[in-house]
């Protein structure tokens, strides 16, 4: 059983945008080849080519460029919406233009050629930079023409640095990521593209970020507060890790979540990604209408284009309670929180406008899902393992993270750093913990470490499907699920996360579980072991209870090199003399 979502065939135009000498029409006429050895023949729409035909008597003014590039994209659209594949090479250089054509297209595919102006000058043969330089030729696109880069490609391809094939790979991999294409033929194809079969992004553009800020600041646009959970899923629905969802539920996607797991199309997705607000406030706001979400220090964080309200019930309510987290006992810190948001859901779409603010440690951590991707390809990677923690990883995890890591290539170490709990540990103790067990304990060209933004819900089984669905967003096609995955207290059984997610097939999850029992240190076995490997008694294992080992950090020892790295322990202890909750 594999995800196949490309049998029948999406069409797709890529793209290539960038400087005269670039490697343009090079990249394309090798990616052309590749695509035509995966049984994908492309039409390739060559800049040069396209002015001798289809634009022929079009010059070089910025209404003339215009024209050439919509005429290309109109081309491009009627071969995608077949099926087919286009590789378009055009200098292409107003960015308006290309979202234009991305607009148009839908399935488009931005791969931004870059080569920096000084190795353009040295490669060029026909001497046009130099005499552009000179000021004798008007209009050339990066000298007396401006050229605006891309903000959000799907690829960057450096062509400076990078051999042409390196290019091709980024290319294909960004490719088989958006599920354009079926991965090349292995034991884990078909996994690890987006949820939904591409990344949904929501981030402006750059001009779309000062217009929106000033029509704020002119009062044009009403301002709404939101909590800081409200903020991580704006992150994430901005970045894409909450692909497909592009904003707010609705009613219908609302509903069929908390019943079914679905969405309204019957796509996966375990947890209502909703905005409440007081009916009063509900009152003053029509459907279409714009609103500036704000957080508590009155930043900008996003537009919600309101499509529609409605008020819960008091039963739907409970009813979410239950179905989402299993109980309707408000001790339950998710529950708490469905229960304290005000009753008026309100459903769109959003636009990103800034991320929220996060303690300065997260920021060379802080990798979108085409950060990740990208940062897989580059490394080769085919198959990624990602490991949901918010908590130090003592050695029973790092245990499970790398007999994981045996049968995978890379690993992605992604801690959640989003709200949660005020008694769990904070996020920047538990980066210092994972910064000195990867620098003494794994191989670094294997692990990619990134925080995620998401905040915690505590929903355990459901949660666990919803940490799976982000991780294939963010380019996982393997996820760890162990004991008692997000659960708080007693809620939920110690496999009762991996039960329900056993009962979804791969397709469905598109990423593949890999569930872990208790392990630990077996002075009999003389390694690490598990209930799955070690036919001892209790009394050889190490095991602490997690009060045993607050007490320990907490009185400055250290827990026995079995239980903890002592790097990490020091860590522990530094925090919890500083009155840290360990
Ligand atoms: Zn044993």
Redesign the pocket.
């Known amino acids: 059983m594999s995800v196949n979502i490309v049998n029948n065939r999406r069409g797709a135009t890529i793209w290539l945008t960038g400087l005269s000498g670039a490697g343009k029409s090079t990249l394309a006429e090798r990616l052309a080849a590749a695509l035509a050895q995966r049984g994908w023949a492309p039409e390739v729409l060559d800049g040069d080519v396209v002015r001798t035909h289809l634009s022929k008597g079009l010059g070089f003014s910025k209404e003339d460029r215009d024209t050439n590039i919509r005429r290309i994209a109109f081309v491009s659209n009627l071969v995608t919406k077949q099926g087919g594949a286009v590789i378009v090479a055009a200098i292409s250089p107003y960015r308006h233009t290309r979202d234009e054509a991305r607009e148009l297209i839908g399935n488009f595919v931005e791969v931004f050629v870059r080569c920096p102006l000084e190795e353009l000058v040295r490669r060029d043969v026909k001497g046009l930079y130099a005499k552009a330089l000179r000021g004798e030729i008007a209009n050339f696109t990066g000298v007396s023409d401006p050229y605006e880069e891309p903000l959000t490609p799907e690829v960057v391809v450096d062509t400076d640095r990078e051999t042409v094939d390196e290019s091709v790979a980024k290319v294909l991999a960004a490719l088989e990521g958006a599920g354009y294409l079926e991965s090349a033929p292995g034991l884990f194809s078909g996994l690890g593209q987006p949820h939904g079969g591409r990344l949904v992004l929501r981030q402006a553009s750059a001009e779309a970020l000062d217009e929106w800020d000033q029509r704020i600041a002119r009062g044009d646009v009403p301002t709404l507060p939101v909590s800081g959970r409200v903020a991580c899923d704006l992150e994430l629905l901005a970045n894409g890790g909450f692909s497909p969802l592009d904003g707010f539920l609705g009613q219908r996607d609302y509903r069929s979540v908390v019943r079914d797991l679905r969405l309204g199309n019957g796509l996966l997705w375990p947890i209502p990604i909703v905005l409440g607000v007081a009916e009063a406030l509900a009152a003053q706001w029509r459907e279409r209408q714009d609103i500036a979400l704000v957080d508590d220090e009155g930043r900008a964080l996003a537009i919600l284009h309101l499509q529609e309200k409605f008020l819960l019930s008091g039963a739907e309510v409970r009813a979410e309670a239950r179905g989402v987290y299993r109980t309707e006992d408000e001790a339950h810190p998710g529950v708490r929180a469905v229960y304290a948001r005000p009753p008026v859901l309100l459903g769109g779409p959003i636009t990103a406008l800034r991320r929220p603010a996060r303690p300065a440690v997260f920021e060379p951590y802080r990798l979108d899902p085409t950060e990740t991707r990208r940062a897989f390809a580059e490394r080769g990677w085919r198959s990624v393992v990602g490991f949901q923690t918010r908590n130090p990883v003592h050695r029973a995890h790092e245990y499970i993270i790398k007999t994981a890591l045996e049968s995978v290539d890379g690993l992605l170490l992604h801690p959640l750093v989003g709200e949660t709990k005020d008694d769990d540990i904070p996020a920047d103790v538990r980066l210092r913990c994972y910064e000195a067990l990867l620098a003494g304990y794994f191989p670094v060209e294997r692990v990619q470490l990134a925080v995620m933004p998401a905040a915690m819900r505590y929903a355990g089984p459901r949660e666990a499907i919803f940490h799976a669905l982000i991780r294939k967003n963010y380019g996982c096609t393997h996820f760890i699920v162990g004991r008692d995955h997000a659960g708080v207290g007693t809620y939920y059984g110690t496999y009762e996360a991996q039960q329900l997610l056993a009962e979804f097939s791969e397709a469905d999850l598109g990423i593949r579980p890999l569930f872990f029992e208790h392990s630990f240190y077996?002075t009999?076995?003389g390694s690490m072991?598990s209930t799955k490997t070690?036919?001892?008694d209790s009394a050889?294992h190490v095991v602490l209870s997690g009060t045993m080992v607050r007490t320990l950090l907490a009185e400055g020892k250290t827990p026995p090199p079995e239980f903890s790295r002592p790097e990490v322990a020091h860590i522990l202890i530094e925090a919890a003399r500083a009155g840290a909750p360990v």
């Open positions: 077996c009999a076995c072991a070690c036919p001892h050889h």
